[in-house]
């Protein structure tokens, strides 16, 4: 059997005729034809009514800490159980991050610890999608309502999932999703998209993505020149990136349907399994299938089922380790309450390869070699 990857970036077939008529037609230049496309796309697909294309989710949640004027000495809500970007591009504008704990359920932030670690500091909730399972963002939002927070929604893995029918990045003031190689749908290997639900943000949020000038007001004949009038940076993609996402953002419901069947298999087949704790989907949600995990019984069993897997040539991950205890996360961040969950959740969870190229014989194959390592059925 040939050896099964944990990942594979997806390549749906007409990414080439979309680049190719943008190399035609000399749209190359960040925010032409097809970023428009995409963003439209977004707007009447999943009601994400303002949206921008980014070079990356990481760009897009620099952006956000610009846009909600965060400073030295600021406060910003997040789990520790995160990417590292979650956390760096509020630390870039001198936040001191607070992490708190996360819902075993679905190893997003646990919304009932929130509140004891707001103070009259506190700028920001951010939010993770993790899995693309959305965070209880009832509460979240209510919360921040009540205390005048802005709510960031970290939806990198969440593209085409929804929380009670709605889609996820459509909830928090802004929301940033990937296009990385590693994600359900990509702009060819890097990309992103910020989207900017509050319509306060929104004028900012244009000259911030146009280094700090008020250029999109120029083109549309707004002002006579255009100007530096704030903070910015250079947020825009190249159209290669775009064009190659719209290629699949066309096949959307392919590639959403494709995932979710390896997921339910996943999941039919792990069911009843002794010793495995299976991810599980909320029922407010309808997930993505960006990623299928187990929890396992502790760390060390965890190095022995990649090592058993490793010998049936399937490559399998753990995944983030918890913020607070890294390098960095010492220097720029405080855990506030018990680490109840983060730290030995983390240690247990394994990821399955799960990427639109997997078939079903694979994941029957993958499940069939997991279980071989408690049966001893080598
Ligand atoms: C992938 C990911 C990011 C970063 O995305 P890039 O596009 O690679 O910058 C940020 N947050 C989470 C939760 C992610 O999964």
């Given at each position: ?5 944990f990942n ?5 077939g007409?990414?080439l005729?979309f680049i190719?008529e ?5 749209e190359l230049?960040?925010?032409g034809?097809?970023?428009?496309r ?9 009601g994400?009514?303002y ?5 990356n989710?990481?760009q897009?949640l620099?952006m ?6 965060i ?13 590292v ?15 708190i704990?996360v ?11 929130i ?13 993770v999608?993790?899995?693309g ?16 927070i802005k709510v960031v ?17 459509s ?6 999703f990937?296009f990385?190689?590693t994600?359900?749908?990509?702009s060819?290997?890097?990309g992103?998209l910020v989207?900017?639900?509050?319509p306060?943000?929104l004028?900012r949020?244009?000259?911030?993505r ?10 549309r004949g ?7 009038v704030?903070?910015g940076?250079s947020?825009l ?6 064009s ?9 419901d392919?590639i959403?349907k494709?995932r979710?069947e390896i997921?339910?298999?996943?999941y039919?087949r ?20 960006h990623l299928?995990?187990?929890?396992l019984k502790d760390e060390?069993?965890?190095?022995d ?7 049936y040539?399937?490559s399998s991950?753990?995944?983030y380790?918890p ?16 680490d109840?969950?983060?730290t030995?959740?983390s240690e247990r969870?394994l990821?399955l390869?799960?990427?639109y190229?997997l078939t079903?014989e694979?994941v ?7 279980i071989?390592?408690?049966?001893g059925?080598?």
């Amino acid at each position: 059997m040939n050896k099964i990857p944990f990942n594979l970036p997806l390549v749906i077939g007409n990414e080439l005729s979309f680049i190719e008529e943008a190399l035609k037609n000399k749209e190359l230049i960040g925010d032409g034809y097809y970023s428009k496309r995409c963003q439209e796309w977004f707007k009447d697909n999943l009601g994400l009514a303002y949206s921008f294309m980014v070079p990356n989710c990481t760009q897009a949640l620099e952006m956000a800490a610009i846009l909600l004027n965060i400073e030295n000495g600021d406060e910003v809500i997040m789990p520790s159980y995160t990417f590292v970007s979650t956390a760096n591009a509020f630390v870039l504008r001198g936040a001191k991050i607070r992490f708190i704990d996360v819902n075993p359920e679905t190893m997003n932030i646990d919304d009932g610890l929130i509140e004891s670690a707001i103070t009259d500091k506190t700028k920001a909730i951010v939010v993770v999608h993790y899995a693309g399972i959305s965070c209880n963002m009832n509460n979240v939002i209510a919360i921040a309502k009540k205390n005048n927070i802005k709510v960031v929604e970290d939806a990198a893995q969440a593209l085409g999932s929804k929380y009670n029918s709605k889609s996820l990045g459509s909830f928090g003031d802004i929301a940033c999703f990937s296009f990385h190689g590693t994600k359900n749908y990509t702009s060819g290997g890097e990309g992103g998209l910020v989207v900017i639900n509050n319509p306060e943000l929104l004028e900012r949020a244009e000259i911030i993505r146009e280094k700090g000038t008020n250029r999109s007001k120029f083109y549309r004949g707004q002002v006579d020149k255009y100007n530096w009038v704030d903070l910015g940076s250079s947020y825009l993609p190249s159209e290669i990136q775009s064009s190659y996402l719209l290629a699949q953002l066309e096949n959307f419901d392919l590639i959403n349907k494709k995932r979710n069947e390896i997921w339910n298999k996943y999941y039919s087949r792990l069911t009843g399994v002794l010793h495995l704790e299976l991810m599980n989907i909320p029922r407010e949600n309808e997930s993505n299938g960006h990623l299928f995990y187990v929890k396992l019984k502790d760390e060390s069993e965890r190095s022995d089922i990649i090592k058993h897997l490793n010998e049936y040539g399937i490559s399998s991950a753990f995944h983030y380790v918890p913020l607070h205890s890294s390098q960095a996360g010492k220097k720029y961040s405080d855990f506030i309450g018990a680490d109840k969950y983060t730290t030995v959740d983390s240690e247990r969870l394994l990821r399955l390869p799960l990427y639109y190229d997997l078939t079903i014989e694979q994941v029957d194959y993958i499940c069939d070699s997991l279980i071989k390592f408690w049966s001893g059925n080598v």
